[in-house]
Each structure stands twice: as C-alpha cells, then as structure tokens.
C-alpha cells in the first residue's frame, strides 16, 4: 500500500501541485528541483527527512559515511554530559549505527530506503536523533535558552524535543544541525510573498541536503542539475 510508506519513492516535483494552475511559489520551486521524495506526516517528519536525506547524499562516498558513523558513537559523550542515562539512549544510537553499516555495506537506495520504511527502525532512528537534538540543547543551555519559550529548557527538551510525534521548531533543527555537524537548507512555501523563502542552516556553509517546508510539514527535495 503505497500510501502507508514512510518515505516514499522519488516523484516528479509536479506531484505536489495543486489540481488547478500552479501559482508563482509552485514555477519557482519546479524551476530549481526535479523531484521530491514525501515523507509522512506524523509529527516526525523532519527528523526523518533529515536522515534520510543526509544518508542517501553520502551513501556512494565511503569517508563522509564513515564520519558519520564516527560522529554517531562519539555522541555517546554528549549524551553523558547532558545527564542521560546509558539505558535510554544506547538502543536508538546502535540502530542507527547499524543503518550506517548497512549502508556502508550495500550502497543501495533501495536497501536505505527499506530501512527507513521499517517502522520500528525508522523511529528508533527519529528517537535517537530527537534525544540527541535534547542533549544538545541542554549542553549548551547558555546560548539555547535565549531562544526557548518553555518555563525552563529542560522541561522544553522532556516535553517538546524527546516526545515522539512532535512538531520541531526552528531552534531544534539548528541544535540537531550542529550536533551532527550537517548543513541544511530549507526551502519554505509560508508566507504571504510570491517567492520562496530559502534558509541555509548553518548560514554560508554549503547545504548537503534540502528539505521542503510546507503548511508545518518537511519533504525531501532534490536539486535539478546546474548546467
């Protein structure tokens, strides 16, 4: 049943048009990405978007992928110094792990694909990277709390940021940014202007992955080729 994949096949960027004339945003978008992959709606969707994206951008380059796998178990120290204890976080680090060597072994899109399709995988992975997101709020609260609007970032982090299926806010996608060391650049279709809003995350580096934003919802884009 095609509508109850997680991520979805690649699909001409035309699917997401509307039935009638496609407005100013919708040429814009169609004249910069080719095609898009959807992914479900359930309050996950850019964590798993995020992923998804970053694995399959670097799954034919063998050292970006072993970064990420090293990167992966060196936030082991992040969780400890944010005050996690080992039993909470160590299940979800190990499956992603494991996708990253499955990926390092098969090179597949087809493989990455059925892994993050795997609905307990798939959000063991979301899991982890929502307590990492937490864990790195919390270790560098100095700077994050300026931006929280919860009585405290704690209670923020246990409600808002480790809570499967809920919506992540601006400050979650630059902390999870920074935590994994991964540039992301998120076209927008809110706001009332005629063109899209374009939002590089950390800002001047050079995005590895892009990311649609659209009515509270993230789907994953690709680029058409630059001539």
């Given at each position: 049943m095609e509508g109850a994949s997680l991520v979805s096949c690649r699909e001409d960027i035309s699917s997401l048009f509307p039935?009638?004339?496609p407005g100013a945003k919708y040429k814009d978008l169609s004249s910069q990405f080719s095609s898009v992959r959807q992914v479900r709606g359930d309050g996950n969707c850019f964590y798993r978007a995020l992923c998804y994206a970053h694995l399959e951008s670097v799954l034919h380059n063998a050292r970006p992928l072993q970064r990420f796998?090293?990167?992966?178990?060196?936030?082991?120290k992040d969780f400890s110094s944010a005050g996690f204890d080992e039993s909470s976080f160590k299940r979800h680090l190990n499956t992603v792990v494991n996708v990253v060597e499955q990926c390092q072994a098969d090179e597949q899109e087809d493989r990455l694909l059925q892994l993050f399709n795997e609905q307990v995988t798939s959000d063991s992975v979301v899991q982890y990277l929502r307590l990492l997101t937490s864990a790195h709020l919390q270790?560098?609260?100095d700077f994050f709390c300026n931006f929280v609007e919860a009585p405290n970032l704690q209670i923020y982090c246990h409600q808002e940021v480790e809570t499967m299926a809920m919506e992540c806010d601006h400050v979650d996608i630059l902390a999870l940014s920074q935590a994994l060391d991964i540039c992301i650049h998120i076209v927008s279709m809110e706001g009332d202007e005629q063109q899209l809003a374009h939002h590089v995350i950390p800002e001047g580096a050079e995005p590895s992955l892009?990311?649609?934003?659209?009515?509270?919802?993230y789907n994953i884009l690709y680029p058409r080729p630059q001539h």
């Open positions: 039935e009638q004339t796998k090293e990167r992966i178990i060196q936030t082991c270790n560098h609260a892009h990311l649609l934003y659209q009515t509270s919802h």
